[in-house]
């Protein structure tokens, strides 16, 4: 027994190690690669860059309007975690506490929205918003927050859900009697325990919404260059029949430096939720 034991360690770092290198890669990769030319890229994208060219980084930043482009992806990637994270846990609670067929039809009506690929309804959600309605031509960045918030909350609602069920009805019933109403009840005793939730779904929410390509370009490829999200301003480098590597390259960098910059900062409380979720 104690001989099998370090080779089963052994066997289980091995295969983490491994997990590491091949997470670790293209990170690497997109470093090595960010700073050459097309020639230096194809001839040997394992070397190391031999010198930065800051003249080609300045003009990345420029084609791809790179400050404008992350304010406005900024802006969604944030009223998209809050909104989603607080109308859900709203919804999920009075779900929750309020059984009735009709809550409990609109739960699964929710639930059941999950599994329509969102492929078939962009053809009438751009006819419905854009032709119909003329939101997407009037506001189109508040248009997009709204459809985050549509697609984003059912599977939240559905998380939340699981959730609030393990929370014990006498903590909000002794609340209660203290003299909370049911609003202060809920942001007072049960949005503080639901913490580890909301940072789970912060976090699948965050990176959906950073990531996301094809929602924007539907809703954003009239609205101007100053409107462009990240994931759509770097496509200005990437043509039908040919790429400039030399742009593209530096331009992926940019769009992944904050996310990381924001998980580094992050990850104390990250883990800290995940380390409650698991307690709970």
Not at 80 to 96: K, P
Not at 133 to 145: A, C, D, E, M
Not at 219 to 236: K, R
């Amino acid at each position: 027994m104690t001989k099998r034991m370090p080779l089963s360690r052994g066997f289980i770092y091995l295969i983490l190690i491994v997990c590491l290198v091949m997470f670790v890669f293209p990170f690497v990769l997109l470093f090595l690669n960010a700073f050459k030319t097309n020639a230096q890229i194809i001839d040997s994208p394992l070397s190391l860059p031999t010198a930065v060219h800051w003249d080609t980084l300045r003009s990345v930043i420029t084609e791809m309007h790179y400050f404008s482009s992350l304010r406005n992806t900024f802006f969604l990637t944030v009223s998209g975690v809050v909104l989603i994270s607080l109308f859900s846990s709203m919804t999920a609670h009075y779900i929750v506490r309020n059984k009735t067929k009709f809550n409990n039809t609109f739960f699964f009506t929710m639930v059941a929205a999950m599994i329509i690929p969102f492929q078939a309804i962009m053809i009438p959600m751009v006819s419905i918003y854009g032709q119909y309605l003329g939101w997407i031509q009037s506001n189109p960045l508040t248009t997009l927050v709204f459809l985050y918030l549509g697609f984003g909350s059912s599977l939240a609602v559905f998380i939340y859900h699981g959730f609030v069920k393990s929370i014990p009805t006498e903590l909000e019933e002794a609340a209660r009697i203290d003299g909370c109403n049911s609003r202060q009840t809920f942001f007072k005793i049960v949005l503080p325990i639901l913490t580890p939730t909301t940072v789970t779904i912060g976090i699948l929410n965050m990176l959906w919404i950073w990531n996301d390509f094809l929602l924007p370009i539907l809703v954003l490829q009239n609205a101007g260059t100053d409107s462009l999200t990240l994931p759509l301003s770097i496509s200005v480098f990437n043509g039908t029949y040919s790429s400039d590597y030399e742009k593209f390259l530096p331009a992926v960098l940019l769009v992944t430096l904050p996310i990381l910059v924001i998980y580094l900062f992050a990850q104390r409380f990250i883990l800290q939720g995940v380390t409650q979720g698991a307690v709970k």
